[in-house]
């Protein structure tokens, strides 16, 4: 992704997204070669991959090295209480802390490490230690503080919140963007685009409606998506064996049932999906639930088009759908498969 004051621009010849080409004070590209665009989303949709070697979408998604530092510093002393002090004393602003966490994760950097506390905490009452012991190590100085601090992060009482499932999240970068991801003990219960409009509904209902305790943390089914993700976008894996956890109704979880049965590099309508569900009249209703998958690329909705073979509504946005069918399709070419996309998705 080039940058300009006209935009973003891509260089035709290579066909990719990159930066300035005199960055590396190399011969600059040819002017009938390249094409502007307001945005990176808009070159994206027009079929253009990221460079491979400046990786332009990749620097906006990665944290930044002061970010990896601190974040190393506060799973080395999990039990530590961060004052803005404390971040001064590192040579770290306070203020873009806290815009970058609330950026990322919707929170100060303060309420992340506070929440990270708290269901660390949680999970030593979990494993039955008392309530003086899982306060005391966790780095509350008083049982009123702690109670208070898992009313204002879980919404309830200790005792009730030690009974609850937690639900450990943690921020991939991705090609696409940064995603946010979400695991209980038994799998993966959410993995979207941070900017996805429907994200903060999404865990509210996860919060409120199936009872989970959300907190900062990692997990192996986490590492397991952030390793996996990396496989599928380098091209390198089709399938995704992550155990998932996907709470929903009956209607909802059988159309999810559905989209995992869609081959990679391949697509389905949503009346072909309602006709396998013995309901052909159904088309909107799987549109509805297709809407409502909070486990993005895994459950591949992405691969559900219109009956016209347009490329229809994404939650992560038409432009990264259109990417995500395009990788898969050339996935598929260099594996020797001859697969089609909707011509909308074509670049």
Known sequence: ???????????????SISRRAKQWRIAPTLPENVEFFANAEEALAAGFRPCLRCKPLDAASDAPEWVRDLLAQVTALPARRWTDEDLIAAEIDPTRVRRWFKQQF??????????????????SLKNGHS?????LDH??????????GIRKTFGTTPARA????????????????????????????????IDRPALTAEIEELRTKHGYAVAPGTSPHLKAIEKQLAMYFAGELQQFTVPLITPGNQFEV???????EIPFGETRTY??????LGKPSAGRAVGLANGRNRIAIVVPCHRVIGADGSLTGYGGGKPRKAFLLRLERDARRLSGDQVELPMESVG
């Open 1 to 15: 992704m080039k940058g300009s004051k006209a935009g973003t621009y891509k260089d035709k010849t290579p066909k």
């Open 106 to 123: 919707g929170m100060t950097f303060h309420d992340f490490i506070r929440a990270r506390r708290l269901g660390l905490a949680l999970d």
């Open 131 to 135: 309530l003086d012991d899982a306060a």
């Open 139 to 148: 780095g509350y100085e008083s049982l009123s503080g702690f109670r208070d």
């Open 162 to 193: 030690s009974g609850a499932e937690i639900l450990r999240y943690t921020r991939i970068a991705t090609p696409l963007g940064p995603m946010i991801a979400m695991a209980e003990d038994r799998g993966l219960v959410l993995l979207e685009f």
């Open 254 to 260: 059988s159309v999810w049932k559905q989209l995992l």
């Open 271 to 276: 009346g072909e999906i309602a006709t396998t």
